[in-house]
């Protein structure tokens, strides 16, 4: 069974950090590329950021370089994203989001072929 298991959510003030992680099951971990997207209520999901496990590439969307990192565990089939100088707007459901196929990350919320449930970040001003 296909299983992507995020973690690390909460509630944090404005300026604050969080660590979310991503462990994936049930497929060949090494062949996907890794995503976090990102739903805000009555908003579209969007692209935070993407990893290509197998080769390290990565993907940043324009508002949140410089802030986020993502990485990944290939010994441990687990995906991070640290998050630091965190902003209200940031505030959303982050799920998890894995395709088939590397040298390429993940944009678009329509690529991706495995999602996880997804959890929840909530920045306060």
């Known amino acids: 069974e296909v299983q992507l298991q995020a973690s690390g959510g909460g509630l944090v003030q404005a300026g604050g950090y969080l660590r979310l992680s991503c462990v994936a099951s049930?497929?060949?971990?090494?062949?996907?590329?890794i995503g976090w997207f990102r739903q805000a209520p009555g908003k579209e999901r969007e692209g935070a950021s993407c990893?290509?496990?197998?080769?390290?590439?990565?993907y940043y969307a324009d508002s949140v370089k410089g802030r986020f990192t993502i990485s990944s565990d290939n010994a441990k089939n687990t995906v991070y994203l640290q998050m630091n100088s965190l902003k209200p707007e940031d505030t959303a459901v982050y799920y998890c989001?894995?395709?088939?196929?590397?040298?390429?990350?993940?944009?678009?919320?329509?690529?991706?072929?495995?999602w996880g449930k997804g959890t929840q970040v909530t920045v306060s001003s």
């Open positions: 049930g497929f060949t971990f090494d062949d996907y590329a």
């Open positions: 990893i290509s496990s197998g080769d390290g590439i990565t």
């Open positions: 989001a894995a395709r088939y196929g590397l040298g390429y990350p993940c944009q678009y919320y329509n690529e991706m072929d495995y």
